[in-house]
C-alpha cells in the first residue's frame, strides 16, 4: 500500500523554524522525484520546493528561497523541508509529492501555522 505520511506541522511565532518530515512506503522512494506543496485558505495549491531523485538537484519557489531547504534521506524513504525565518503568508497545508513518469502520490498533508 502506497503512503505518503506528512508530519512536523504546527504553530509558530514569525521568525521561527519548523521541519517537515514525509515518511514515504509502498513504493520505490529512490527512484521517485519528491517535492512539498501547500495550500492556503481560498488559494490554489502551489509548488514550494523539489528534489529530484537522480542528483538531488534542488529548485525552490521565489518566496521561500533562502528560508526554505528541501532534502531527502533515500535509506530513511524520508524527505523534508527545513523551514526558518517562516512568515504569516507560509501558513497553509503543506503536503509532499512523489512523482515518476505516470504515478503521482500524495500525503494528507500538515497544517503550518505561523502566528503571534
Known amino acids: 500500500q502506497v503512503q505518503l505520511v506528512e508530519s512536523g506541522g504546527g504553530l509558530v511565532q514569525p521568525g521561527g523554524s519548523l521541519r517537515l518530515s514525509c515518511a514515504a512506503s509502498?513504493?520505490?522512494?529512490?527512484?521517485?522525484?519528491v517535492s512539498w506543496h501547500r495550500q492556503a485558505p481560498g488559494k490554489e495549491r502551489e509548488l514550494v520546493a523539489a528534489i529530484t531523485s537522480a542528483d538531488g538537484s534542488t529548485n525552490y519557489a521565489d518566496s521561500v528561497k533562502g528560508r526554505f531547504t528541501i532534502s531527502r534521506d533515500n535509506a530513511k524513504k524520508t524527505v523534508y523541508l527545513q523551514m526558518n525565518s517562516l512568515k504569516p503568508e507560509d501558513t497553509a497545508v503543506y503536503y509532499c509529492?512523489?512523482?515518476?513518469?505516470?504515478?503521482?502520490?500524495w500525503g494528507q498533508g500538515t497544517q503550518v501555522t505561523v502566528s503571534s
Open positions: 509529492n512523489a512523482r515518476l513518469m505516470w504515478s503521482d502520490y
Open positions: 509502498g513504493f520505490t522512494f529512490n527512484n521517485y522525484a
